[in-house]
């Protein structure tokens, strides 16, 4: 299995488009899990690449779920990296010690940034991978000049807050538009989607350019969790 340090680097493959593409990657979110046992639950993701840590601040967005005494006590027992997708205001003052707790990748969005550079430099400079998400609606041209700055694009395929949403088709051409620049420029940077994604949808992103794919219920919704991300890292990978 890919594991994340190569979701996020520049070896590459082509997809069914022609665009060249790093491996792909299944992150299961944690946000569909049992919370009541989660040690338990990350053994039955083994296989994945990375865990997606989903942290919500209920001001950000609608919602509340854990913090970074949480996830430093699920980086001390996940048998995968974690992948830190933080949905909270002020990340410029908060994403750092979450790299200091040793989260392999941390991801903050860029309309809770208000410098999204100097935050992804830092990121990085404490030893994790810098990612950053952007919203359904933002668009991504004003943010292609700093793909350099950054180890991994996270594109929204649903507004963020809530697990068990639709797949939003409209945000393929964006996830078009961040490859075709990716490729452009010759840079190694990973382009994740989180939100909707089944077996049917990672089809549709993975042509469309996207490598990493966040996937909660199509994970842990099915009796045996490392085998649904088999299929999808199967699905996925016919795609590319």
Not at 10 to 17: G, L, S
Not at 67 to 82: E, F, M, N
Not at 180 to 200: L, R
Request: charged share 20%.
């Amino acid at each position: 299995m890919p594991k994340l340090e190569n979701c996020q680097n520049h070896q590459t493959a082509t997809n069914t488009e022609g665009t060249a593409l790093t491996e792909c990657c299944i992150n299961p979110s944690i946000l569909s899990a049992d919370f009541v046992n989660l040690e338990a639950e990350l053994k039955r993701i083994s296989n994945a690449d990375a865990v997606h840590v989903d942290v919500m601040d209920n001001h950000f967005v609608p919602n509340l779920t854990l913090g970074l005494p949480v996830v430093a006590r699920i980086q001390a027992v996940s048998p995968v990296p974690l992948d830190a997708h933080l949905m909270i205001a002020d990340a410029d003052r908060w994403a750092p010690a979450y790299a200091d707790a040793g989260v392999a990748s941390v991801t903050f969005h860029a309309e809770a940034a208000m410098a999204p550079i100097k935050l992804a430099r830092e990121l990085r400079a404490r030893g994790s991978k810098a990612g950053m998400a952007l919203r359904p609606a933002t668009p991504v041209e004003p943010y292609l000049d700093m793909l350099s700055e950054l180890d991994m694009l996270l594109i929204m395929t649903v507004e963020p807050g809530f697990g068990g949403q639709s797949f939003l088709d409209v945000t393929l051409p964006k996830i078009r538009r961040a490859r075709a620049a990716i490729e452009g420029s010759g840079i190694g940077v990973a382009i994740q989607v989180d939100g909707g994604v089944t077996e049917e949808t990672i089809v549709r992103a993975a042509e469309a350019g996207a490598n990493v794919f966040v996937a909660g219920s199509a994970v842990y919704g099915h009796a045996d969790p490392a085998a649904a991300i088999e299929r999808l890292r199967a699905a996925g990978l016919a795609a590319m």
